[in-house]
């Protein structure tokens, strides 16, 4: 073995102090030289198929200042934004205010229902008024969380799965109503692994140890809530589905390929998993050529601003490599690496931006 150095320390000459510095306080900076290309607008006017704007995850409006939000997406080539916060009945009502009724066209907002309604023993019918109750507001879709199989109990005690009759028949309905359903299930899949040295999101989860599901005496694993998923799909056909964060398996695109082959009215958006696309960038740029169709842009990122758009749109558009996919971030939040471009070919942009949104959400329609 060679070495470009001398090992001054193992004469006597010098030896260099070493420092008592945590591993979790190592922010080490790549010393690498490559291209950096600043990608400020979309090739085309995009859809974010998947944001919050409302107070879902936030104690006030995820968008404190619409103007400055809607001067934001007119920079970046932003043409329209989902807004997946709605929820039900008056919150519901005051996002369609806020958002879509104030400005149409620029804001799309999806409903959820109270899935908790299912612990009691008429909790489905209750849930699926609650739905057709929200379609008749003005709710253009329907957002369905993780907590479908993670949390949610019936009657009994028992986990709800994503593949129960009950859920299944709620997002039958969907269907009917004619609500696209973006479901998010499971989590990346190191939240179900073993916290422990092999972790490669350690860092995220020692800062949010109840963010794991690494319990299988409480939690189903991985595998099942994905397959449960699966054959969600296929028990409900009539309705036209989002996996959300790349249908919930961004780490194993094979896996993605055999859900969309498996289910005709599945697509998949990108959103809040550049982590794992960007060290993978051929192979998503494989999966982009294979279902042109299939796939959506969207960010989740909240509240939305120019930086991480940026960064979309870099790893969308440029070759370059070795970049942050979290700017500003000291140690980036999902794992210690960095990402990547995909550089898709400029004729598979306009579907991927913008044109599969608008098919799935039928804004073509009338």
């Given at each position: 073995?060679?070495?470009?150095?001398?090992?001054?320390?193992?004469?006597?000459?010098?030896?260099?102090?070493?420092?008592?510095?945590?591993?979790?306080?190592?922010?080490?900076?790549?010393?690498?030289?490559?291209?950096?290309?600043?990608?400020?607008?979309?090739?085309?006017?995009?859809?974010?198929?998947?944001?919050?704007?409302?107070?879902?995850?936030?104690?006030?409006?995820?968008?404190?200042?619409?103007?400055?939000?809607?001067?934001?997406?007119?920079?970046?080539?932003?043409?329209?934004?989902?807004?997946?916060?709605?929820?039900?009945?008056?919150?519901?009502?005051?996002?369609?205010?806020?958002?879509?009724?104030?400005?149409?066209?620029?804001?799309?907002?999806?409903?959820?229902?109270?899935?908790?309604?299912?612990?009691?023993?008429?909790?489905?019918?209750?849930?699926?008024?609650?739905?057709?109750?929200?379609?008749?507001?003005?709710?253009?879709?329907?957002?369905?969380?993780?907590?479908?199989?993670?949390?949610?109990?019936?009657?009994?005690?028992e986990l709800v799965a994503p593949d129960d009759q009950r859920v299944v028949d709620v997002l039958a309905l969907a269907g009917e109503l004619g609500l696209p359903a973006?479901?998010?299930?499971?989590?990346?899949?190191?939240?179900?692994?073993?916290?422990?040295?092999?972790?490669?999101?350690?860092?995220?989860?020692?800062?949010?140890?109840?963010?794991?599901?690494?319990?299988?005496?409480?939690?189903?694993?991985?595998?099942?809530?994905?397959?449960?998923?699966?054959?969600?799909?296929?028990?409900?056909?009539?309705?036209?589905?989002?996996?959300?964060?790349?249908?919930?398996?961004?780490?194993?695109?094979?896996?993605?390929?055999?859900?969309?082959?498996?289910?005709?009215?599945?697509?998949?958006?990108?959103?809040?998993?550049?982590?794992?696309?960007?060290?993978?960038?051929?192979?998503?740029?494989?999966?982009?050529?294979?279902?042109?169709?299939?796939?959506?842009?969207?960010?989740?990122?909240?509240?939305?601003?120019?930086?991480?758009?940026?960064?979309?749109?870099?790893?969308?558009?440029?070759?370059?490599?070795?970049?942050?996919?979290?700017?500003?971030?000291?140690?980036?939040?999902?794992?210690?690496?960095?990402?990547?471009?995909?550089?898709?070919?400029?004729?598979?942009?306009?579907?991927?931006?913008?044109?599969?949104?608008?098919?799935?959400?039928?804004?073509?329609?009338?």
């Open positions: 073995m060679s070495h470009d150095h001398s090992p001054l320390g193992a004469t006597g000459t010098t030896t260099t102090p070493v420092p008592d510095l945590r591993l979790v306080d190592w922010a080490p900076r790549p010393q690498v030289s490559v291209p950096a290309t600043r990608v400020t607008r979309a090739s085309v006017p995009a859809i974010d198929m998947h944001n919050h704007l409302g107070r879902w995850l936030t104690t006030d409006w995820c968008a404190p200042d619409v103007a400055a939000l809607l001067r934001m997406m007119d920079d970046a080539g932003l043409a329209t934004v989902v807004n997946l916060d709605g929820l039900w009945g008056d919150e519901l009502e005051a996002n369609l205010d806020r958002y879509d009724r104030a400005h149409p066209g620029r804001f799309v907002t999806f409903c959820q229902v109270d899935w908790t309604l299912l612990r009691h023993r008429d909790g489905e019918r209750r849930i699926q008024d609650q739905l057709r109750d929200s379609a008749a507001r003005g709710a253009r879709g329907l957002k369905v969380w993780k907590n479908v199989g993670l949390t949610v109990v019936g009657p009994d005690g973006l479901v998010h299930v499971a989590d990346p899949k190191a939240f179900f692994e073993p916290l422990d040295a092999h972790n490669e999101r350690f860092d995220e989860l020692a800062g949010q140890p109840d963010w794991s599901f690494a319990d299988r005496g409480r939690y189903p694993s991985f595998d099942q809530l994905l397959d449960a998923f699966e054959r969600l799909l296929v028990a409900t056909p009539g309705t036209q589905y989002i996996g959300a964060h790349v249908g919930c398996v961004a780490e194993d695109l094979d896996r993605v390929e055999r859900l969309l082959r498996t289910a005709p009215n599945l697509a998949v958006d990108i959103a809040g998993r550049l982590g794992e696309l960007g060290r993978q960038p051929r192979r998503f740029r494989r999966l982009v050529e294979a279902f042109p169709d299939r796939v959506l842009f969207g960010t989740d990122a909240f509240p939305l601003s120019p930086e991480q758009l940026e960064v979309y749109l870099r790893f969308l558009e440029t070759d370059d490599e070795c970049f942050d996919y979290a700017p500003g971030e000291e140690v980036p939040p999902q794992g210690r690496w960095q990402i990547s471009g995909a550089d898709l070919p400029g004729h598979l942009l306009p579907a991927l931006y913008a044109g599969n949104a608008r098919r799935v959400l039928g804004l073509d329609r009338g």
